[in-house]
């Protein structure tokens, strides 16, 4: 069995549920993770934040407006009137439960029951349109099978043991469908795996089920080998390492969120990007075993901070490293670039939570500049340290642009600049030239 997951935009009108349908159709038996349909979560979010400004009349407006959208769904769907009046009745429960949020008290765990309801919805949608169809699909609640811990981490051994029984107990099923993003918390109330969190979903279930593979589909063909936004003419790559797809959805690569790629790394599930508008493309396969020696991709993180910190003495001292990493861990700020010297260090953050503070504590025992306004650019690839040749085509590329940073070695996978804002295009254009034109 394969697990395949349809995001927003495959699934954000009525003909797009009917695109998808016939996909799956003739894929057969398989398990479907579904998103809600695309701007359905931002309209929940903001009715949730019109609740807890308490103005119900805007949290009302919102909520009729998102009804009719559905409505106008539904309509343009179904075929036969019993199919239609299903779907309109189980939506009704999901919209009727919305309004019963407003009243006084609303908080978190309020907020979260709304943000569930779009999943929720998508997969009412298709499950009553797969058997007019006649496909006898099961349904499977995400809310009793995912879980997360006390960590807030994904509660792997409860979720193999509550699902693997679902779907013995269902063993003549044609197919499954479930919904992405939504679980429940160690304490058991609805909860969700932040947003973007269906592609963890289909990974965590491709890991519990040892699926043959787990197929992500979007509406773009595959990751592809630059940002197409701002260099030209990029291609999709056909194949990549688990790590080097850890590395591009990380530093700003939109396909895939970067949480999945863990659940199926460890259990060598392979993870196949897939595009719904082409479904025959071939689309770029994630695994543990990709071809080595090439460079497959570049990608740019934007607003970044540098800080130069100098150690008040000559010389670097023992703990100076941890006097400085220790003021970030204090704050619980994740550092994304470290480049070292005798004297100092610079470090890259993308988050400004708490900045003046900790400025201000580093002040007391070194010397403080800052940059903002930089872009991480991250080449991904067959990095391993005894392949000659890249890191000097990539500064090579790089000969006319000021580069303010290089961290290379961290892992096999990538070297990160960090460039000027006004310079990320350039860079970008001159290394994508460089890696994947001239070579
Ligand atoms: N619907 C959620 C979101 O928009 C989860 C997802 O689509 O992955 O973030
Ligand atoms: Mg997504």
Excluded at 32 to 45: E, H, I, K, P
Excluded at 172 to 182: L, N, S, V
Aim: hydrophobic residues 40%; glycine residues 6%.
């Amino acid at each position: 069995m394969k697990v395949m997951k349809f995001g927003g935009t495959s699934v954000g009108s009525a003909e797009r549920f009917k695109n998808v349908a016939r996909l799956l159709l003739d894929r057969g038996r398989n398990i479907v993770v579904l998103s809600a349909m695309s701007g359905t979560t931002n309209s929940l979010v903001e009715i949730a934040d019109y609740l807890y400004k308490r103005n119900s009349a805007g949290a009302q407006e919102m909520i009729t407006s998102l009804e009719n959208k559905y409505s106008g769904v539904v309509n343009a769907l179904f075929e036969t009137h019993e199919a239609r009046e299903k779907a309109r009745k189980e939506l009704k429960g999901c919209f009727s439960y919305l309004r019963s949020f407003v009243r006084e008290q609303f908080g978190e765990n309020e907020e979260k029951e709304i943000l569930s309801q779009g999943e929720l919805m998508s997969t009412i949608l298709m499950a009553n349109y797969l058997r007019e169809l006649g496909v006898d699909v099961v349904l499977l609640p995400a809310l009793d099978f995912m879980r997360t811990d006390e960590n807030a981490e994904p509660d792997i051994p409860y979720i193999e043991k509550r699902l693997l029984p679902m779907l013995e107990e269902h063993a003549e099923a044609p197919m499954f469908i479930t919904q992405g993003y939504i679980c429940r918390n160690c304490r058991g109330d609805v909860d969700n795996l932040q947003r973007g969190g269906s592609d963890l979903t289909a990974s965590l279930i491709g890991a519990v089920t040892g699926a043959e593979e787990i197929e992500i589909w979007t509406d773009i063909d595959g990751m592809h080998n630059s940002d197409p936004r701002y260099v030209a003419n990029t291609q999709p790559v056909h194949e990549l390492h688990f790590e080097e797809a850890a590395e591009l959805a990380y530093f700003g690569a939109k396909i895939l969120h970067p949480t999945c790629v863990l659940p199926a790394k460890v259990n060598n599930i392979p993870v196949r990007l897939l595009n719904t508008m082409q479904p025959e493309a071939a689309g770029t396969l994630i695994s543990n075993f990709p071809p080595s020696r090439t460079i497959k991709a570049i990608a740019a993180k934007d607003n970044i901070t540098a800080i130069k910190i100098k150690s008040s003495r000559m010389l670097l001292s023992y703990g100076f490293m941890s006097q400085v990493f220790e003021v970030f861990e204090r704050y619980r700020i994740p550092i994304d670039m470290v480049a070292t010297s005798e004297v100092g260090v610079s470090l890259t953050i993308d988050n400004r939570r708490d900045f003046d503070r900790i400025i201000n504590e580093l002040k007391v025992f070194a010397t403080v500049s800052t940059d903002d306004d930089m872009v991480i650019i991250c080449v991904v690839g067959d990095l391993e340290w005894h392949n000659t040749g890249f890191e000097a085509k990539v500064v090579e590329a790089l000969r006319g642009i000021p580069v303010r940073m290089i961290s290379y070695g961290g892992s096999n996978y990538n070297i990160s600049l960090l460039v000027k804002k006004e310079n990320k295009i350039e860079a970008l254009n001159a290394l994508h030239k460089k890696l994947f034109i001239d070579k």
